[in-house]
């Protein structure tokens, strides 16, 4: 399918509003498209990631999500329709180096 997951992406709050965030997502949209993605989503501020294209798309969720947090960007102008599942190494549970159960 060719879809990625971008982020988290963080700046400090003492080097905020410096460009940084912004050259971040830019330079991470650049690497994926470079990788013949053909799209991303990402969790995040409404008003900060409507700035770069992304958009709340009916029919793309990711359970447990509310929706005006969750967006897409098309590469191409398609969006895939269903539930979007991350890696796991983008869930935060706040426990480092916890065992896997088994």
Known sequence: MHWY??????V???YQR?????????EGLSRLKDLDAKG?????????YRKFGFENVTGLVHE???QE???????DGHF?????MFHEGFKANGQQGAAADG
């Open 40 to 48: 991303c989503c990402l969790v995040g501020h409404p008003q900060y």
């Open 64 to 66: 447990g999500v509310p």
């Open 18 to 26: 410096h460009g940084i965030g912004k050259a971040l997502i830019q």
């Open 69 to 75: 947090v969750f967006f897409a960007l098309s590469f």
């Open 5 to 10: 997951g971008l982020g988290p992406v963080s």
């Open 80 to 84: 895939p329709q269903g539930d979007v």
């Open 12 to 14: 400090l709050p003492e």
